[in-house]
């Protein structure tokens, strides 16, 4: 969009994202007075949907559509965005703010606005799993199971995450898998499986040092087991992973059958216990807005 151009932006709000009380009415409305923008905002019912999205934009017919909250809400928008030559945005809001991390977009609200509507465009894939877009990190096993425990609890942020983790760490058995990409097949036991568009979850924990958002590949990230220094590995260090606990290639597809039904989330969404997993990349399918390199 050319610098002068009066834009159309809807920013859709998930009140219930996070654990902070920040007015986004106020504060985006006072951030876009005097610009010459238009702003539009939708705050998100309980429950919602896609389709919800897409009557706004048809509404409104939008430049942009501004995700105001966490992993989960930018997941909504981009289900509605993604057959439309509309650029999609972020205003981190959620309890973890994972993509917003990868794409260095930051928590204070004033900044990620001045991104939102002056930041640079760069297609990013995403990956159709199963029947569901993934943008960030998908997976089975461990993670998904704490994701999991994690709803159920009170507390929410990294505290949260934490004690939903040591919980699961006693009751997680190894799951027996099947691992078909379009490079190879293996079989494995495991922990946890990642599909990993993104590089680091959004406890900032990096699970895939190798990931490109734009490259057309996923990474296939293989927990064999949960130990503290592959933890602290993917927290502090980012020294190459142990390969007799950690293994990661990269694939345009996949298919993940495991023996027994195991948990598994998208996007720290839980979604269920399941057998199969098939996966396939969606190269450059949505355009987001960045900070400027």
């Given at each position: 969009m050319?610098?002068?151009?009066?834009?159309?932006?809807l920013?859709?709000?998930?009140?219930r994202?996070?654990?902070?009380n920040?007015?986004?009415?106020?504060?985006?409305?006072?951030?876009i007075?005097?610009?010459?923008?238009?702003?539009?905002?939708?705050?998100?019912?309980?429950?919602?949907?896609?389709?919800m999205?897409?009557?706004?934009?048809?509404?409104?017919?939008?430049?942009?559509?501004?995700?105001?909250g966490?992993?989960?809400?930018l997941k909504?928008?981009?289900?509605?965005?993604?057959?439309?030559?509309?650029?999609?945005?972020?205003?981190?809001?959620?309890s973890?703010?994972?993509?917003?991390r990868?794409?260095?977009?930051?928590v204070?609200?004033?900044?990620?606005?001045?991104?939102?509507?002056?930041?640079?465009?760069?297609?990013?894939?995403?990956?159709?799993?199963?029947d569901?877009?993934?943008?960030?990190?998908?997976?089975?096993?461990?993670?998904?199971?704490?994701?999991?425990?994690?709803?159920?609890?009170?507390?929410?942020?990294?505290?949260?995450?934490?004690?939903?983790?040591w919980?699961?760490?006693?009751?997680?058995p190894?799951?027996?898998?099947?691992?078909?990409s379009?490079?190879?097949?293996?079989?494995?036991?495991?922990?946890?499986?990642?599909?990993?568009?993104?590089?680091?979850?959004?406890?900032?924990?990096?699970?895939?040092?190798?990931?490109?958002?734009d490259?057309?590949?996923?990474?296939?990230?293989v927990?064999k087991?949960?130990?503290?220094?592959?933890?602290?590995?993917?927290?502090?260090?980012?020294?190459?992973?142990d390969?007799?606990?950690?293994?990661?290639?990269?694939?345009s597809?996949?298919?993940v059958?495991?023996?027994?039904?195991?948990?598994?989330?998208?996007?720290?969404?839980?979604?269920?216990?399941?057998?199969t997993?098939?996966?396939?990349?969606?190269?450059?399918?949505?355009?987001?807005?960045?900070?400027?390199?």
């Amino acid at each position: 969009m050319q610098t002068g151009t009066h834009l159309k932006l809807l920013f859709v709000i998930n009140p219930r994202a996070g654990n902070n009380n920040t007015d986004w009415d106020t504060v985006i409305r006072e951030h876009i007075a005097g610009t010459g923008h238009a702003a539009f905002l939708f705050t998100l019912p309980y429950p919602c949907h896609a389709n919800m999205v897409l009557e706004k934009i048809a509404e409104h017919q939008p430049n942009r559509v501004i995700a105001v909250g966490g992993d989960g809400t930018l997941k909504l928008v981009v289900e509605a965005v993604i057959d439309k030559n509309i650029l999609v945005g972020l205003i981190p809001g959620g309890s973890a703010n994972g993509m917003a991390r990868e794409l260095n977009i930051p928590v204070y609200a004033e900044k990620a606005l001045h991104i939102a509507v002056n930041g640079r465009h760069q297609k990013i894939d995403l990956i159709r799993v199963n029947d569901e877009l993934c943008i960030h990190l998908s997976d089975i096993g461990f993670n998904a199971f704490v994701v999991k425990t994690f709803e159920s609890f009170n507390a929410r942020g990294m505290w949260g995450y934490i004690k939903a983790a040591w919980k699961v760490a006693w009751r997680n058995p190894r799951m027996q898998v099947a691992i078909a990409s379009d490079t190879r097949f293996v079989q494995r036991d495991a922990a946890m499986i990642v599909l990993a568009n993104a590089t680091k979850y959004g406890t900032g924990a990096t699970i895939n040092p190798e990931g490109i958002l734009d490259d057309g590949l996923f990474e296939i990230v293989v927990i064999k087991k949960i130990a503290l220094s592959e933890i602290f590995k993917m927290m502090i260090s980012h020294k190459p992973y142990d390969p007799q606990k950690t293994e990661l290639f990269k694939t345009s597809g996949v298919q993940v059958q495991s023996k027994r039904k195991v948990h598994f989330q998208v996007d720290g969404e839980y979604l269920g216990k399941i057998h199969t997993i098939e996966a396939k990349i969606l190269p450059g399918a949505i355009t987001m807005i960045l900070p400027d390199e």
